[in-house]
Each structure stands twice: as C-alpha cells, then as structure tokens.
C-alpha cells in the first residue's frame, strides 16, 4: 500500500529522520493499515517504507529508504547487525543484561529488545508492530535461542502488560550482573523488571568511586539499584526513598543477592518531599545526592512533572547537602532539552549562592543507540555537579 505524504515530510525523512507524525500524512485516517507501506510523495515517487501505528510518540516508523523487501531476511539482518554491535556486551562475563534492539536507534522503531542473561523481554509499543509480532519473534528466536521471551504491551489494549510467550520462566528473582554487581530481576511483572539498563554507565560510576567515603542519598530509588552500585564503590552509608511500598523489600533484596550487611543502609517509605522537610528537621546531611524521578507522578492528588519541578528537587537537596557535596541529577524525560534541564538546576544554584561545577555528564549508554536527528529519542541526560555551600 502506499501513502502519500507533503513535501515538507518528505524533506524531513531523506534527511534522516524515521518518526511519522499526523501532519506529514497529505490524508490522515484514525484507522491504520496492519501493514508495511510505501510512504510517496506528490509526484508518486518513493520516499521510504515503514509502517502506520499510533504510539506516545508519532504515528508511524520509516523502516528503511532503499526500497528493500520488508521480509524475514531483511528483519534478520537487521537484528544481526544490532546484536553484533552488542559484541562486547555479549563477550563481558561482568555484565549479563543489557538492550539488544533499541527501536528506531537500531532501525525499527516501536520496539524494543532486553537480554537478560539468556532471556529476551521484548515490549511492542504500537497495534501495527505488535501485528508482526510472530514473525519478529520468531527472527530473534532464531538468531539467539533464547531460554524464554516474555512480552510488555506498551500501547493502549485490552492485553495484559507483561505476557511470557515462549520457552521456561526462570526461577525467580533471575540475577543478572552489570560491572559485577548482582541485581534481582523478575521478567513477568507488569512492565518493570528491577533494573533500568539504561543507567548502567552511571552505576558504574558510582561503582568506580563516586560515591567513595560518602553518605549517600538515593531519592525515587525504586529497587535501590544507585544505593548497591554505591555501596559496591564503597559509600559509608546509604538512604533509599521511595513511595511505594514494595520498594523495601525489593532494596533489601537488592542488598542481599550481592551480600551486602543492611547495616548501614536505610531503606525508607516516604514521599521524596517530605523526606526533604523530615531530614532537614533531623538535621541530617547528605555528601552525595542523587535524584532520578519519574517524568510524571500523582501522589495524594499532587502531581509531579520533571518540567515544573526538578528545581523543587534541587532545592531541596541543596538544604540537606554537606558544605561541600555532589548532586547526581537525572531526566529520562524526552521533552525536557538537555539545556532547559541544565538551566532549571542551575538557576537554583545560582538563586541559593552556591559555587556549583558540572563535572560529568551521561546520556544513554552505547546498547540505547538514538537517532541524531531525532534529539528526542536520546532522552537520558545525568549531570553530576560538586557543590561548594557558602
Ligand atoms: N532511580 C530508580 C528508578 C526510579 S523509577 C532506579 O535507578 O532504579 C521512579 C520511582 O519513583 C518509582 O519507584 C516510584 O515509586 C517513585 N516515586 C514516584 N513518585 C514519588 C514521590 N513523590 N516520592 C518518592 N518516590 C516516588
């Protein structure tokens, strides 16, 4: 099937970039075809193929500008080349999970492959791709003879988010290794596994000696995964906030595969917030803070955006930061520019008087390929800042 776009989309796709949005379309139908397309142009001349699907971002994929048939082989080849750039992840006894296919970074967007030792957790984030799914599936099936695949519904469905689809479950926590730190996965539950692969540069430097001799605050810690790699690098102490209940027992665990005494870490259940107003009551005071929340949450009918309120977070952390401390500040939010989030921290900085050094930046870790064209799509930005109070 074909599908006429304007010229503007056109332009906009041999320069590069692989996302359809509704406005490139010359006739936009709410219905999508479950097939691949040929996107033309005015004149009826090829521009790429891909395919229409709706997702949290566009509508639709470039897949390839060549005119190739979109068949098995072709998927194959793109699955190989991805896991040959994977080559030193596979061959690093020290880390066992990490991304495989990472969407339009890796030429396919919409979906997206984990390798969890041996395992493949792969998440559909559209109807028309997951409409493929069989034939991808069984693509990755022969080119990587996994023990099991389990799949994450990423787009509005009737489906269960997490389905385990082929092959054995593994007896549970599954331990994978990042760097040589064990953290505690479990593939089928819901869409989060344990683990945020996407992270694994900046746990390895809190591994490598970030967070040495230091006391350490870990704010939306999840399962504490920022708190063990500290603890690995060697932190006196580590705090671990995060509202939701489960998080205790998944932090104490994290702890525990890596045998690591709970002594000096503190696992605590509380609003991000409020655990700013109660440490600054308590006089606490922290050496190393780092602070990686959700673009978005809901919390007693309070909401939290990263774009309104990271300076809140900075704010907050300055109080409780020792005279001379380090912020670890992260956004995984794709509509926060890395300039508008540097300019939100430090406009504190600045308003609060403090001598502040961006020392380190991270964005996504080599296994997360982004499309440069789409700035978008690199969406993690970290900035580690050493403060210097009065
Ligand atoms: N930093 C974690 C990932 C964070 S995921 C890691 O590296 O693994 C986001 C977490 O923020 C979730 O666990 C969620 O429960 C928590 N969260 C959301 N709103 C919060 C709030 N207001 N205070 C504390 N934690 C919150």
New binding site residues.
Partial sequence: MQVEIKDQAAKKIRRGIPLIQKEDLKKYHETFPKEWVKFVDKQGKYVATGYLGKQNKGIGWVVDRNDSALNDEFFEQLFQTAIDQRSFYFSDESTTAFRLINGEGDGLGGITVDYYDGYLVVSWYNETIYHFRKKLTDSLQKLLHPKGIVEKIRFTSDLPESNWVSGSKPEEPLLVKENGVNYATYLDEGY?TG??LD?KEVRGRLIEGVALGKRVL?????????SVAAAFGGALETTS????QR?RAKTEEQFAVNGISLDQQRIVV????E?FRYAARKELTYDLI?L???SF?R?KKKT?SVLKDYGRLIEGSLDILSAEGTIIA?TNASNFTIEKFQAAIEEVFIKENVTYHLTESYRLPPDFPAVEQLAESNYLKVLIYEIQKE
Avoid: E, H, K, R
């Fill in positions: 989060m683990i945020f992270q870990n704010m939306f810690s999840y399962t504490g995964a920022f906030v995060d509202l939701a998080s509380m609003d991000t917030f655990y780092v990686d929340p959700p949450a919390n939290f992260s």
